[in-house]
């Protein structure tokens, strides 16, 4: 049995009218080892969403295996996933706890939610309150009684509560104060180190993603473009989209890399193209005719035909060395 996540060949698809179909994921895989975090990056509308609620079952994907300690997840249909043991083993936090938590809930009830519905435990609900950080005072009041920060604790709380093997955070700060955002973060890594647990961890931070984990993957328009070790993909990224994010980090008085041309529909895109090539400096013939696979090159996975020759432009992008 392998253990951890094990993703292969996910699809999901949705019609848009018109015999069309939204191609969200295009078969992406990737492995996640017990107690690694692995962040996902890459631009709005790359499918990261997607790929959270595909993998904690609460879509069902269109094609595609998802194994769980050698489960067969990706099987059992999101709307039977609920009665599976593997349910309270993943557990994802929503991109804004505003949305995820329910109004007329207290903290607590919110929290204990985590255990199933109608479960009431408030022996538990206050040893993970204490946990990640919430006064006791708090658990008796509503969300919107409660901080930005407070309301992200909650829902932290309430994945912790299942204690579980897999934790999947969707922009877990994205709606919190700088300072506030560096709090939660910390208090994620210190729980991921002291519960053992494995993240799948999406952001739009590269930053954020190097401090928080060990590995990243680089989705564009559903596809990897780039998956492996930080410090490898964002030191000398190989895939010119990489390459692209990387220079265009804000605050590191770099210039942005200026992509050329239009961003490929995510509507029927073709099948036999680098996805990437309309807005490549690097694009030749063969990337509008042939999917790049990922190769394993230079200590990491490239869907690039020319992961070669990046790596001399590359260096010269991510110089002075930063990462
Ligand atoms: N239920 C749905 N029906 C139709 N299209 C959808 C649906 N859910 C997502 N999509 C589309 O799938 C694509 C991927 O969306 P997703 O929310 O996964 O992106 P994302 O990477 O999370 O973006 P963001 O950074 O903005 O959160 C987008 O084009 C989105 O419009
Ligand atoms: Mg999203």
């Not at 952001?203 to 190097?210: T, W, Y």
């Not at 928080?212 to 070790?229: D, H, K, P």
């Not at 400096?281 to 790049?292: F, G, I, S, Y």
């Amino acid at each position: 049995m392998k253990e951890g996540l094990e993703a292969i060949g996910l699809k999901m698809r949705f019609p848009v009218g018109k015999g069309r179909w939204l191609h969200a994921l295009d078969g992406v895989g990737f492995n996640l080892a017990p107690r690694e975090a692995l962040g996902v990056v890459g631009e709005s509308g790359s499918g990261k969403s997607t790929l959270a609620r595909v993998v904690a079952r609460l879509a069902d994907q269109t094609d595609g295996a998802i194994r769980f300690d050698g489960a067969d997840i990706g099987a059992v249909p999101a709307a039977r996933f609920g009665r599976d043991p593997a349910r309270r083993a993943i557990q994802l936090v929503f991109q804004s706890a505003d949305d995820a938590l329910n109004p007329a809930f207290t903290a607590a009830r919110n929290i204990a939610t985590g255990l199933g519905a109608g479960v009431r435990d408030d022996r538990r609900v206050a040893e993970v309150a204490a946990e990640v950080g919430l006064p006791a005072e708090h658990l008796g009041k509503r969300p919107h009684q409660l901080s930005g920060g407070q309301q992200a604790r909650v829902g932290i709380a309430r994945a912790l509560i299942a204690d579980p093997r897999l934790l999947i955070l969707d922009e877990p700060t994205a709606s919190l104060d700088v300072s506030v955002q560096a709090a939660v973060l910390k208090l994620i890594d210190a729980l991921r180190r002291s519960r053992d647990v494995a993240l799948l961890f999406i952001s739009h931070d590269l930053d954020v993603v190097r401090l928080m984990c060990e590995r990243i993957m680089v989705l564009y328009l559903g596809r990897v473009a780039e998956i492996g070790a930080v410090d490898a993909v964002l030191g000398t990224p190989r895939h010119p989209y990489t390459r692209a994010l990387v220079a265009a980090r804000p605050g590191h008085g770099r210039r942005p890399l200026a992509l050329a041309g239009e961003a490929q529909s995510a509507i029927d895109p073709p099948e036999a193209a680098c996805l990437f090539h309309t807005r490549c400096p690097l694009a030749v013939d063969r990337c509008r005719t042939e999917r790049p696979l990922l190769r394993d090159i230079a200590g990491r996975s490239v869907a690039c035909h020319r992961a070669e020759e990046t790596a001399a432009a590359s260096q010269a992008v991510s110089e002075p060395a930063g990462y």
